[in-house]
Structure formats: C-alpha cells, structure tokens
C-alpha cells in the first residue's frame, strides 16, 4: 500500500495527506531553514523546536518515575513500549502548553494494555480475580472498596491502583465523563472484542474529554456522526494493529524488515488468513478505501453536528496506529532521538 492517500473531494480538486508525524515535518523543516534568507526565521524556529522538545524531555522523566512507580514492567510492558507511547504522543500533540493531553495519551495507552495482559495472561489468577477487573467497568463507585479486597493480591491490586489514580487525577465532571467511555471499553473486553480499534476509540474519545472538546456538547458521543467516526476508526485500526502483530512476527522470525525484506514479505504472505488485511489484497484495498472515507468525513466541511476539532483527534490517533504499521524498528528508533533527545544546531 502506498504511504500517501489521495482522495478527491470534488471533480476538480485533489487533496494530498501525509502521514508523517508532525514533529518529524517540523524537525525536517527547521534543518532546510538554511535555505530562507532571513536568518531571524531559522534562529526562533530553532529556539521554537528546542523549547518544545525541553518540555518533552520533563515529561518523559516523569513518565519513567511512573512506570516504576506502578510496577509496569510486572505486565510484560517494557520501557521501550512506554518510549514508543509517548513518542506517538509528544509527536502528534507537540505544543508545550499541552502536557496533561500527552500524558493522558500515553497512560491511557499503557494502562489499556496492563488490563488486557493482566487478563490474557495472567494463568494463576483465580476466577474472582479476573471477575472483579472486568467488573470495575460497571461499578466505578466501589473501586476503593474493591482495591481494599484487593490489596493482598499482587498485581490484582497494583493494576487498580494505577487505574484509579489515572481517573484521580481530574475535577468530578471529567472523571464522570472518562468513566463513560472506559465502561463502554471493559464492556468489550468481558464480551472478548477488544482490539486495537477499541484502544484507539479509546484514546481519542479521552483526548477529546481532557481537551475540553465535550464539555459544552456532552451529547456529542451518541450523535451519528460521531458513532460513524468511531466506528470506521475501530475499523481501521483494528486492521492496522493486525499488520502490526504480523510485522513484530516477522521481526522476531526474519531479523530487520529492511535487511530481509523479501523473506518478510514472503513470511506476511503466507500467514495471512482470510480474516486478516492482507498485502496487496482485497483487505488491502478496502482498508485503502476506508482510509480515504475516514479522511474525506473528518476534512468535509459540512456543517455537522461534530466540532473539526474532535474529528481531527479520530484522524490524529489513526495516524499513530497507520505510522505503527509501516515504519520499521530502525526508522522510529531514529525518529524518537531526533524528536525527543537530539536538540537542532
């Protein structure tokens, strides 16, 4: 599939997207500044770029007190997923003044996958155990009693913790609102059908939540527009995790993807079932067209009872999950030094 969508939004205009990680453009931008005569520009870009990734670094220090903090790594999540979280993040939501968004982002993220790992593979964990988490969905009242009952239970009571804590952290009203949107994620999970479009439906109805996007319109989650979006998110995303699962196989059956590149594709191939998107097939093709559909809906102006603002955190989250699917180990790896830790000179 090529990287770049195009769709045609009338007969006589084309309109191009990238799906490069805005900080990646940015950083990209700022080194060609030498090309601009004004050397007043490339100086405050410079400082501009600086100042935001000074901010990031803060943040990511942060972020690694709390995964030790929660005990994160007892879930089979490593420092280098947290990394990945909140490289996608900080990349996508840039702006220094937006902290708690990209923080929320990553834990959301982090902590979604705690839970399923905890009940996916938590082989000791006794029926009542796994009962009580999925439970939590339905009954956010009693959290505190029930991390009371739970205390004794290891990583039982230390995924709780970190999960009430993740809610703590925001006035009544927004805690109510988040509750929503988690009750309908871990009615999911006790039914067996969360996967990765479920986690991105997640992240951005939150994201919407933390920004203020829902406050003035808290209907705005049942309006059909809205159902559309997260629908054809989910979709999507799902279908993009899938490659990514597929990718991480090959990585760990064939090496590099870029040094081994026709054994991948072979490997992608033939462990492609029916269900699945596969490479070059009909899956292939309609994941491009829902692609181009999710695009279209979110830059339409159409008058709809959506704000532009909400519908472009549908698209931004997709990004993530589309740059995840298609960018080998070895290009994010150079891409999160640049953005996060290799100031501009």
């Known amino acids: 599939m090529d990287r770049k969508v195009f769709y045609r939004l009338s007969s006589q205009k084309k309109c191009f997207f990238s799906f490069s990680k805005p900080v990646i453009q940015y950083r990209t931008y700022t080194y060609m500044m030498p090309e601009i005569s004004n050397d007043r520009y490339k100086e405050l870009a410079i400082l501009d770029f600086?100042?935001?990734?000074?901010?990031?670094?803060?943040?990511?220090?942060?972020?690694?007190?709390?995964?030790?903090?929660?005990?994160?790594?007892?879930?089979?999540?490593?420092?280098?997923?947290?990394?990945?979280?909140?490289?996608?993040?900080?990349?996508?939501?840039?702006?220094?003044?937006?902290?708690?968004?990209?923080?929320?982002?990553?834990?959301?993220?982090?902590?979604?996958?705690?839970?399923?790992?905890?009940?996916?593979?938590?082989?000791?964990?006794?029926?009542?155990?796994?009962?009580?988490?999925?439970?939590?969905?339905?009954?956010?009242?009693?959290?505190?009693?029930?991390?009371?009952?739970?205390?004794?239970?290891?990583?039982?009571?230390?995924?709780?913790?970190?999960?009430?804590?993740?809610?703590?952290?925001?006035?009544?009203?927004?805690?109510?609102?988040?509750?929503?949107?988690?009750?309908?994620?871990?009615?999911?999970l006790k039914q067996g059908e969360v996967n990765g479009g479920d986690e991105a439906e997640l992240l951005a109805n939150t994201l919407n939540i933390c920004a203020g996007l829902t406050a003035i319109n808290s209907d705005v989650l049942s309006h059909p527009e809205h159902m559309t979006l997260s629908t054809l998110t989910n979709k999507i995303c799902k279908c993009l995790s899938l490659l990514i699962k597929d990718k991480k196989a090959c990585y760990y059956l064939c090496g590099s993807l870029q040094e081994n590149n026709m054994r991948c594709e072979l490997f992608l191939t033939e462990h492609a079932d029916a269900g699945s998107c596969g490479r070059g097939g009909v899956k292939d093709k309609e994941l491009e067209h829902d692609m181009q559909v999710l695009v279209k809906l979110v830059l339409e102006e159409n008058g709809g009872g959506v704000d532009r603002d909400i519908k472009h955190t549908f698209l931004s989250v997709f990004k993530t999950f589309y740059y995840s699917a298609y960018h080998d180990d070895e290009t994010t790896d150079v891409h999160i030094l640049k953005v996060l830790f290799k100031p501009v000179v």
Request: aromatic fraction near 12%; proline fraction near 1%; hydrophobic fraction near 40%.
């Open 50 to 188: 600086n100042r935001c990734q000074a901010q990031h670094q803060l943040e990511w220090t942060y972020m690694q007190e709390w995964f030790h903090k929660s005990s994160i790594s007892e879930f089979g999540i490593s420092k280098r997923d947290l990394l990945r979280a909140f490289f996608l993040a900080a990349a996508t939501i840039f702006k220094p003044k937006r902290t708690l968004e990209r923080l929320v982002w990553t834990k959301t993220q982090i902590v979604s996958r705690m839970i399923t790992s905890f009940l996916n593979h938590g082989t000791a964990l006794s029926l009542d155990q796994k009962s009580l988490v999925t439970q939590i969905g339905h009954n956010f009242d009693d959290l505190d009693e029930i991390i009371g009952a739970m205390e004794d239970y290891g990583l039982a009571g230390t995924l709780l913790t970190t999960f009430q804590k993740l809610l703590d952290g925001f006035h009544r009203y927004t805690r109510h609102q988040l509750k929503n949107v988690w009750s309908q994620w871990f009615m999911k």
